[in-house]
């Protein structure tokens, strides 16, 4: 095997003009270990493949897979799988650890983009901003009376989570929100009551905010979380947000609520299923507002997960251990 460290990025971290949307800065960080050779992965891949896994010592991934399949062969060259992001579910990360492969994520990089992109959902549902626009747009000036906006002063803000990301919304919505509460059964009350919130049972959430954030991670035990029964907690004047991931709602039940009028409407940058299929019942729903899976994704915010993911790589291939590695519990 090559002595030198050998760095492959997934394509999908292209943009249209085949540039990294990241910025060529951050491809500086690779440099730090004169003894890496890097690349992005010639083949685009949904998957990364077992002839992938045995040609690079790290990977740097955005959305492909990766699975225990990716892994299996003998021939594994594969050290580290450094993933584009603070998600971690498209990866296998035991079956990963068990062939001695690490993975890593970038916790803090994101933090900050996705309260924004929380913050952005939120104010466009209070104040009705998409309808607004279509109104301008239509000619119909003279309904604007019809499309009155939500006061945030008065209103509660109530969060499915309340890790780095959920805290970090809680500091920027602070000054604009009446009351915040907070669900989340390894977040401590302490914590959350400085931030000026409340930890309070997922139920009670549902039941008393006027905007529901799901800002959990995704695993076996937040699968479909906000479910039907949950939806129904909500007051029917409500919104649900999700920048967390599409699974942890069940997307058919919010649909339903959505379409009969159960809750007043929904901001989504995360589905089930990505990309959305043209059939989806969302595409067509005025009260929806939607991005696609990117509404976090400025240039800072790429610039600085970029560097934060790249440098755990490197810090690897130097002998150290990377700061941010998920663990297989």
């Avoid at 969060?159 to 009446?178: C, K, M, N, S, Y």
């Avoid at 479909?224 to 129904?232: N, V, W, Y």
């Avoid at 039940?253 to 809750?263: K, M, N, Q, V, Y």
């Avoid at 291939?317 to 590695?325: D, F, I, M």
Wanted: charged share 20%; proline share 5%.
């Amino acid at each position: 095997m090559s002595a030198r460290f050998k760095v492959g990025l997934s394509r999908d971290l292209l943009d249209g003009s085949g540039a990294p949307s990241f910025g060529r800065a951050a491809l500086a960080t690779l440099d730090a270990n004169p003894a890496i050779d890097w690349e992005f992965v010639p083949e685009a891949m949904s998957e990364v493949t077992p002839d992938v896994a045995a040609c690079y010592d790290a990977l740097y991934v955005n959305t492909p897979k990766v699975t225990a399949a990716s892994v299996a062969r003998d021939d594994l060259r594969l050290k580290i799988v450094a993933r584009h992001g603070v998600g971690y579910d498209s990866v296998d990360v035991a079956a990963l650890a068990k062939r001695g492969v690490i993975v890593t994520n970038t916790p803090i990089a994101v933090r900050r983009p996705v309260a924004v992109a929380t913050l952005t959902l939120l104010f466009a549902l209070a104040s009705r901003l998409f309808a607004k626009d279509r109104l301008v747009r239509a000619g119909h000036w003279a309904e604007r009376n019809d499309h009155m906006g939500l006061g945030l002063a008065r209103r509660t803000l109530g969060l499915v989570g309340a890790g780095g990301i959920g805290q970090e919304i809680l500091t920027l919505a602070r000054p604009f929100v009446g009351r915040m509460l907070a669900a989340d059964p390894f977040a401590s009350a302490e914590r959350i009551a400085g931030l000026g919130a409340t930890l309070a049972p997922l139920d009670t959430v549902m039941a008393e905010s006027d905007f529901v954030v799901v800002c959990c991670v995704l695993d076996a035990s937040t699968r479909h979380l906000i479910d039907a029964g949950r939806l129904a907690r909500m007051k029917p004047a409500a919104f649900l947000i999700n920048v967390a991931r599409g699974p942890v709602v069940d997307e058919a039940a919010l649909i339903a609520a959505l379409s009969t009028g159960r809750i007043a409407g929904a901001g989504l940058d995360v589905f089930e299923t990505e990309p959305v299929s043209p059939s989806n019942p969302l595409l067509a729903m005025d009260n929806v507002i939607l991005a696609p899976h990117a509404l976090a994704w400025t240039d800072d915010c790429f610039r600085e997960i970029a560097v934060s993911g790249l440098t755990g790589i490197v810090e690897l291939s130097l002998g150290r251990s990377p700061v941010h590695v998920v663990r297989p519990s």
